[in-house]
């Protein structure tokens, strides 16, 4: 049908321009934030000056990422002599789609019905409604797993590729890392499926809407705390971000996997690592903060404990939604930032340590717990 087509060409223009976006914002986020750390004043040298005045717009340094992309654009393509270049071409895209393709699952608002937003739209949708997802997939979480594990395939080829060895040695940290900390995030990824009863990431999200104790919101925060944990520190090693940056840490391995890339092609594998990161904020946002959901706010308006109600038309509902999933994205996208600036690099041996001594037997634990608590609840 001609009117599915129309909103979901939408949804995926939306999605694209809500990761592209985001994360050319939080480049500009993490400078600004490690020079407020280190009491610099931070990135403020790139502006654009007005037509036919000497006024300079710096605009707190937020052209710095057109610059940089600009740059990243007209730099020489630089290509070692020896290297196998159908891999070595392969390998930005194959670390980049992915990530991409993961955020199609999620959802970033609740129900939409078009014909409900304005009167001339009725006549086009009529009663059609969509939910706010670009794929709603009943084995969501599954392919959030699958789709994440390809990516590595992209780090691996670029480390093997370049013919380098410190190219190869951060590729073989980055595939040693990604699979100590991917079992741990299955772990508390299966809690969840077990505490909310579906893979679907729509139906999390609608769990999450409840209340617990009659004013607390249901989020995975509260009725999962060590789960969120395990899954936060899971997924910033995966990010190969600080404490966790070994695949590319520049002290010991240059730039790890992607030394011998140049231009474009290492601006890709630098923007896949901050669409990673509003890919990871997305997900813990529709995993353990309610995803799009404020407190006490429903398709039809505010809800107060007591039945106290504010009706709210569907526009606004739906702008409160897609607002709220926003918001929330970019400050758990900061406080990952934060994390990086905050914490001193593991050395390898303690992050494979941590990651299979401490981490896997907590989520076993966790797991173990959840699923005969269920069975209890269950059974009662």
């Not at 009529?126 to 997802?133: E, L, P, T």
């Not at 999200?205 to 995975?220: E, H, T």
């Not at 504010?310 to 709220?324: D, F, R, S, Y």
Request: aromatic residues 14%.
């Amino acid at each position: 049908m001609i009117q599915d087509l129309v909103i979901y060409l939408l949804y995926m223009g939306y999605a694209i321009g809500f990761m592209l976006g985001l994360a050319t914002l939080f480049t500009w986020v993490e400078r600004k934030q490690s020079a407020v750390m280190a009491d610099r004043i931070g990135a403020n040298r790139c502006y654009i000056r007005l037509p036919f005045t000497d006024v300079k717009l710096v605009a707190w340094g937020l052209f710095h990422g057109i610059a940089d992309g600009a740059k990243m654009l007209l730099k020489e393509n630089f290509t070692p002599l020896t290297h196998d270049r159908f891999c070595y071409n392969l390998a930005p895209w194959l670390a980049a789609a992915p990530v991409l393709l993961v955020f199609c699952v999620v959802p970033f608002g609740g129900t939409l019905t078009p014909g409900n937003l304005l009167p001339p739209l009725h006549d086009f949708f009529g009663d059609r409604s969509y939910a706010m997802q670009v794929a709603r997939l009943d084995a969501g979480i599954l392919i959030v797993l699958s789709l994440s594990g390809i990516g590595i395939l992209g780090t691996m080829l670029a480390g093997w590729s370049s013919n380098n060895k410190f190219s190869l040695m951060g590729a073989a940290r980055a595939a040693s890392q990604m699979i100590s900390y991917e079992v741990s995030m299955g772990l508390a990824l299966i809690s969840l499926v077990v505490t909310y009863g579906t893979l679907d990431l729509n139906e999390m999200v609608r769990w999450q809407s409840g209340l617990l104790f009659g004013a607390l919101p249901a989020w995975g925060l509260f009725t999962q705390p060590l789960a969120f944990m395990l899954f936060l520190t899971a997924a910033i090693a995966e990010n190969k971000r600080v404490p966790f940056d070994l695949p590319e840490c520049e002290s010991e391995l240059v730039a790890g996997y992607f030394t011998e890339y140049t231009a474009m092609k290492m601006g890709l594998f630098m923007l896949s690592e901050f669409i990673e990161i509003v890919v990871i904020s997305a997900l813990l946002v529709t995993l353990f903060l309610g995803g799009y959901n404020l407190p006490y706010l429903t398709d039809s308006g505010f809800v107060f404990p007591g039945g106290a109600r504010w009706a709210l038309p569907h526009l606004a509902v739906v702008l409160l939604q897609a607002g709220t999933f926003l918001g929330k994205v970019f400050l758990a996208g900061c406080f990952m930032i934060q994390i990086r600036w905050s914490l001193p690099r593991f050395r390898y041996d303690q992050l494979m340590d941590f990651g299979w001594k401490f981490l896997l037997p907590l989520a076993t634990l966790n797991l173990v717990a959840t699923a005969c608590v269920q069975w209890f609840t269950l059974k009662g």
